[in-house]
């Protein structure tokens, strides 16, 4: 959609200038009282006016980030794309802004589906009051093209099911879960857990480290019961699981002593 209104402005502009000049040019002045002035002055000045205005619009609303902005979803060459993982490295404002909303430049190290990890960037209109989010580790699903890495789109689908889908194959990838676990958040029981304990042995994989959580965990009829859980999370979610808190975690009636918690990703 971008190239052919890129295309089709262009055209615009061409036929525009070149049928001003080739009337210019090829002007023959109709009487004694004229002249030759009317060759460049007239009605058929609108046309080059007009391409001036509107092909700089066009370029200008077929940027990065733009189009998409108004659209509110991804390009037509990303919107059937891969989805990965992006962890924000850094951002930067462009400069350019729609409706008094920056457009920014996201640096981002993105883990595909195959696993391997590739440097990409993205452009975004972003809100004002969503800025701030923006941060160095916060995690966004994605759209990237196998041949194209170099650069990627956030994406905006609203498809949750396919974002969930990649962080699974990527936590199940890092060892940070398993299949059966997935299974246990998906068709367990929700509940409410309290934090009895919390204990940090030292182990790190891919910048998580390893926790071990004592829980009370109620049932839904009210009843309790205590188990023990390990799990890898960042340093910055280490705050969330701080003894006392109250956790939402997940588990089988049948397997009461395995516990899935149930963390945001950004939190």
């Not at 058929?44 to 006016?49: C, K, R, V, Y």
Request: glycine share 10%.
């Amino acid at each position: 959609m971008k190239t052919i209104a890129r295309s089709l402005a262009a055209a615009f502009g061409v036929f525009s200038i070149g049928f001003y000049l080739w009337h210019g040019l090829t002007y023959v002045p109709s009487g004694a009282y004229d002249d030759g002035m009317l060759a460049w002055i007239g009605p058929h000045m609108a046309l080059p006016i007009i391409a001036l205005t509107v092909v700089p619009l066009v370029f200008a609303f077929t940027g990065e980030g733009i189009l998409e902005a108004f659209t509110g979803g991804n390009s037509s060459s990303f919107r059937n794309g891969l989805v990965g993982i992006g962890t924000i490295k850094s951002f930067r404002q462009t400069g350019l802004s729609v409706n008094d909303q920056p457009q920014v430049r996201i640096e981002f190290s993105v883990e595909g589906v195959d696993g391997k990890i590739f440097d990409s960037a993205a452009k975004l209109i972003v809100p004002l009051t969503e800025l701030a989010l923006l941060q160095p580790g916060v995690v966004l699903p994605v759209r990237y093209l196998p041949g194209r890495t170099d650069k990627v789109e956030v994406d905006r689908s609203g498809d949750t099911s396919a974002a969930q889908q990649a962080m699974n194959e990527s936590m199940i990838r890092k060892g940070f879960t398993t299949k059966g676990k997935l299974d246990i958040a998906a068709r367990g029981i929700t509940a409410q857990a309290v934090v009895q304990s919390l204990a940090v042995p030292g182990e790190i994989r891919d910048g998580h480290s390893k926790i071990e959580l004592g829980l009370v965990v109620t049932r839904p009829d009210g009843t309790t019961f205590a188990t023990r859980v390990e799990k890898f999370l960042p340093p910055a979610s280490v705050a969330g699981v701080q003894v006392g808190r109250i956790l939402q975690v997940h588990y089988l009636p049948e397997n009461e002593q395995e516990v899935v918690i149930a963390l945001q990703v950004n939190a």
